[in-house]
C-alpha cells in the first residue's frame, strides 16, 4: 500500500480544480468518520501465527514480506480501538493424546496474548465487555477481546467452557476445517457426522449462553448452523463469514441464513478473505492442478490441509504455494469487499453486519494489505452513500449490541 498522504496525491492528480476540491472533501469526511467510530474487527489470527513465535516484535512496523499483519503501528494507522485475538487450533485427533495436545496449544496462545499485554500496558489492555473496551479506549489504549476458533480446543470436556471464559474468551467458533465432537464443519471430506450439532454440542451452546460465551457459526455446516439457531437463547454471531452469492464457498452464508441470523438478532461480520469476497476465476489448469492435490491428501478444500498430521499438512501447504503461484488468481478488492457489505446490508438490513477480516489467517486484498488499511474501507462505503451512523454500526457497534445481549442473558437456564 502506497502510505496515506501519497495515495490522496495520486488520487487527485490529473483531476479538475473542481474534482478534486469534492474529492479532497469526501476523503475529508470519510477521515473523520474513521476517527470517531469505534473501530473493531471480531476475528484476529494474531496470536497463533505471530504472538506464539520467540522474537515476534508487536512494536514493530512489518514488511509485507515479514508476514505479521497485525502490529501495533499498523493497529494505529487502521484506527483500530479493539480485536478479538483468536486462540487457533487446527483439527487434530480426536483421542485422549490430541485432546492434551490441543489444550497445551491453545493455554500458549492465551499465555501469549497475557504476555503481549503486560508487554504493552500503555498500548494495550484487556477487555471481555463493550464497556470495558471503551473504558480502554478513553484511557489512549487499544482493547483486546479473545475469542477462540475450534471447539476442538474443550474436546469433550465442556468443563474447560469455564476455564477459558476465565481467561478472557467471549466467543468460541464450534468448529474449523472438520467435524469434532460438537458439530458437523462446512468442509470436512467426509460429509456430515451428526447431520448438524452432536447431543455434546448441543449442551455446549446451553452452556455457553448461561456463561455468556458468543456462540460463533462461521465455519459450521448449514445444518449446524440452523440447529444453533434453534437452540440458543440470545443471538449468535457469523465471526468471520461472507455471502455465499458472491464467493461461492461452503463456509459462507446463504441469503436465507443471513436473514435467519439477523431474526435472531445476530451478526454477520465479513471475512475479508480474497476467495470468500469473490468467487475466484480459475483457470481450468489451475481447478485441475487443486484437484489432483486434494485428491492426493484425501482433502475437500485447502482449509483441511490445516487438520493434516504435520508432516503431510507441511508438504500439502508447499505444494498449494506452489501451486498458487504456477496459476495465479488476482485477489479480490476493497470494492469488492464493499459489494458484500452492500450485499450483506441489503439482505439483513444494516444492524446485522460487521468486519471480521481474518488478517494474520491469510486474508489479504487490493486496497486491504493489513490491518493498516482499514481506513480504505471506510472510504469506499462513503463513497457508496453510508453514513456516519451506518459506519459506527458496522465498525463496531452491531457487534456490541450482540455482546450485551449475551452478557444479559448470562446465568438463565
Known amino acids: 500500500m502506497l502510505p496515506a498522504g501519497l495515495g490522496v496525491a495520486l488520487a487527485l492528480a490529473g483531476q479538475p480544480a473542481a474534482a478534486q476540491q469534492s474529492e479532497a472533501k469526501l476523503q475529508a469526511k470519510a477521515r473523520a468518520i474513521h476517527e470517531r467510530a469505534f473501530v473493531v474487527d471480531s476475528h484476529e489470527d494474531t496470536p497463533s501465527e505471530s504472538l506464539v513465535k520467540p522474537g515476534f516484535d508487536l512494536a514493530k512496523d512489518h514488511a509485507a514480506n515479514e508476514g505479521s499483519q497485525v ?29 492434551a495436545a490441543v489444550r497445551q496449544d491453545a493455554q500458549a496462545q492465551f499465555d501469549a496474548i497475557a504476555a503481549t499485554i503486560r508487554k504493552h500496558p500503555t498500548e494495550l489492555a484487556l477487555a471481555t465487555t463493550p464497556a470495558e473496551a471503551q473504558r480502554v479506549r478513553k484511557a489512549g489504549q487499544r482493547a483486546v477481546f479473545i475469542g477462540i476458533e475450534n471447539g476442538y480446543t474443550i474436546g469433550q470436556n465442556l468443563g474447560l467452557l469455564q476455564t477459558y471464559y476465565n481467561q478472557g474468551a467471549r466467543y468460541l ?12 464443519s462446512s468442509t470436512d471430506p467426509t460429509g456430515p457426522e451428526y447431520q448438524g450439532l452432536s447431543q455434546l454440542g448441543r449442551q455446549a451452546v446451553q452452556e455457553m449462553n448461561r456463561l455468556g460465551i458468543m456462540v460463533d457459526v462461521s465455519h459450521t455446516s448449514d445444518s449446524t448452523f440452523y440447529d444453533v439457531l434453534r437452540l440458543s437463547r440470545v443471538p449468535v454471531i457469523a465471526s468471520h463469514s461472507a455471502s455465499r452469492v458472491l464467493g461461492d464457498m461452503p463456509r459462507n452464508l446463504t441469503d436465507d441464513m443471513v436473514r435467519a441470523l439477523a431474526r435472531q438478532g445476530g451478526v454477520v461480520q465479513l471475512n475479508l478473505f480474497s476467495p470468500y469476497v469473490k468467487t475466484e476465476a480459475k483457470s481450468p489448469e489451475r481447478l485441475a492442478a487443486e484437484q489432483a492435490l486434494f485428491a492426493k491428501y484425501h482433502i475437500k478444500t485447502s482449509l483441511n490441509m490445516h487438520a493434516l498430521p504435520p508432516a503431510e499438512k507441511q508438504a500439502a501447504l508447499a505444494e498449494y504455494a506452489q501451486l498458487q503461484q504456477q496459476y495465479p488468481v488476482p485477489l479480490a478488492t476493497v470494492q469488492d469487499a464493499a459489494n458484500q457489505l452492500d450485499h450483506l446490508v441489503q439482505v439483513a438490513g444494516i444492524d446485522h453486519v460487521g468486519i471480521g477480516s481474518d488478517f494474520d489467517g491469510g486474508t489479504i486484498l487490493t486496497g486491504l494489505a493489513n490491518v493498516g488499511d482499514f481506513p480504505n474501507l471506510t472510504l469506499e462505503l462513503v463513497r457508496r452513500g453510508y453514513s456516519a451512523r451506518d459506519l459506527n454500526k458496522i465498525w463496531g457497534g452491531n457487534l456490541f449490541r450482540v455482546m450485551r445481549a449475551v452478557e444479559r442473558g448470562k446465568g438463565k437456564l
Not at 467458533?173 to 458437523?184: A, I, K, Q, R, V
Request: net charge neutral.
Open 71 to 99: 502490529d501495533l503501528p499498523k493497529m494505529k494507522r487502521g484506527g483500530l480501538d479493539a480485536a478479538f485475538w483468536v486462540v487457533y487450533v487446527g483439527q487434530g485427533p480426536r483421542t485422549p493424546a490430541g485432546y
Open 173 to 184: 467458533t464450534l468448529c474449523h476445517s472438520s467435524n469434532n465432537d460438537l458439530c458437523d
